[in-house]
């Protein structure tokens, strides 16, 4: 049977990781005890922030049945949202003017949440290699970003970056620039075995499609193969300058996330790979801890909080 | 007043160089004295094969109403066309099923006849510096065509590719990856002043776009900014791969053609600038040739000549 959650209650928290392929929420009460979990499609702001909204509440909801909780309980829940493409243009004014659901929220970027739970609020980085790339780190209350702005013209060493290059190497070796390796024989092949295929493949390519040959260059740099070993190399040299640059900005520790993380770390040099460190929780953590921040914040005369916050 | 054609008049010939930007066709006779030229819109098979064939066919009648022909004239005339995108999934099969208004026509690659042009039919190359970038030669009746595979996948040296390079150093510059340079500084400045304004002009950002920051990349190689000059000293690199790869396969001159073409030759190492002649012709006369050595096909025992064909 589901349980009512009256304002009396303990205060209950949502976090959520709203990023480009899914949605995760989860609730906990005041001592951090999980309740309930849940998941929807995309929320990056890229499909609108309507549409980043609709999944979000759709994340929600399913968390609160998890919960056993009613639905209305969603009103009385402060939620920490970290959503991807937070700092497209206009992104953060529609979020400040858009209804939710919650009794108070407070957005963040994804990168922010990211780095909140992979250091659990203290100071510290995080560079994440998936699909694309991005560095963010919070130092004594200052935030630094850098990279992240999307694919072809940033994103260095992420998915589609290495993909990319593994697709304008494999078209000089096609026409004979460059001597063809079974790398790059194996990205032709791949992508339909002749350049008109392939041209036919990039004009229709997303980022996601690029990326999906990341491995493919991770197994045969790991093989040896010299041009699979080269895109690699510069991949993780950009990694590299990523992770320097929030050192120098002053994080103490960066944790390497995403998809091709734990397969790059090891093309750092020993220099960059010394500053890593594991992340301690994840990005719904991080957004919960926002959540628990905001739940701080005193309670003004009209019964209110503050009311939606980005930072 | 029009001049009508009959089957028994002279031969006349059209030649047609069909691009991504514009069409441009001319008529000639025998003996090679212009009687007429014409310009339509784009042609490249990119917009689709039968409006490519509708640009074809307005240049033409431009260029027949330009001679004071009949407007029947151009069923009696024999064509060479140079189309860009003729290499895409599809198209040559369907230029061969499409309707023409010619008595016959000839179709090749733009760089084909760009090529054909370059060199008045003898064995040469050329390196096309443009939006895009392409290297063809032919060479004892052999071609070779190199790169020209669309923007990102391709087309190094190309202005898409400066402008590519330009946006990504100057988002590592904003983020403090590296020291800015005035000429990072402008580049930013002209996409709106601030990254987030970068990213939503990089969303709509076609090819052209990014070409359109190549001659500001020129003008600060020039003087001698340090980003810009690695920028197009890796373009002239590229271009110089393309250059030698033609004179292996036999090529013995080579034209730099395109937009790009008179501001990028002094970035050029000299070994590879020695192989460089001037173009002698336009690649509506390389069509014109085309068009010319198809009328000295012989005329088959049903008075047509072999139709429709592709090179």
């Given at each position: 049977m589901s349980t009512p959650v009256s304002p009396n209650s303990t205060q209950l928290y949502i976090g959520i990781d709203g990023g480009g392929t899914s949605c995760r929420a989860r609730i906990e009460d005041a001592e951090g005890n999980v309740l309930g979990q849940g998941t929807a499609g995309p929320a990056t702001t890229r499909i609108g922030v309507d549409s980043s909204m609709q999944a979000v509440r759709t994340a929600s909801e399913a968390a609160v049945m998890d919960a056993s909780?009613?639905?209305?309980?969603l009103g009385h829940l402060i939620a920490g949202v970290g959503l991807a493409g937070?700092?497209?243009?206009?992104a953060r004014e529609a979020l400040m003017s858009v209804t939710h659901p919650f009794q108070d929220v407070v957005f963040a970027s994804d990168a922010n949440v990211a780095c909140l739970g992979a250091h659990r609020g203290r100071d510290g980085g995080i560079v994440v290699l998936g699909t694309g790339s991005i560095g963010f780190a919070s130092v004594k209350g200052r935030e630094l970003r850098i990279g992240g702005y999307g694919f072809p013209i940033s994103d260095e060493g992420s998915g589609a970056d290495l993909g990319l290059q593994a697709v304008r190497l494999a078209l000089r070796a096609h026409d004979g620039r460059i001597s063809p390796s079974p790398f790059l024989l194996e990205v032709i092949e791949k992508l339909g075995s002749d350049p008109v295929a392939l041209v036919a493949w990039a004009e229709q390519a997303t980022a996601k499609d690029y990326a999906s040959l990341a491995p493919v260059a991770l197994t045969y740099a790991e093989a040896r193969d010299p041009f699979a070993e080269e895109i690699v190399a510069e991949g993780a040299r950009q990694a590299g300058v990523l992770i320097r640059s929030l050192v120098e900005f002053g994080a103490p520790h960066i944790s390497l996330l995403g998809g091709l993380a734990s397969r790059m770390v090891q093309w750092l040099s020993p220099e960059v790979a010394h500053f890593l460190s594991p992340p301690e929780a994840d990005a719904v953590a991080g957004a919960l801890l926002l959540a628990r921040r905001k739940g701080s914040v005193p309670i003004d005369s009209s019964g209110q909080r503050k009311g939606a916050q980005i930072c």
């Open positions: 909780l009613m639905p209305s309980a937070i700092d497209r243009k206009g």
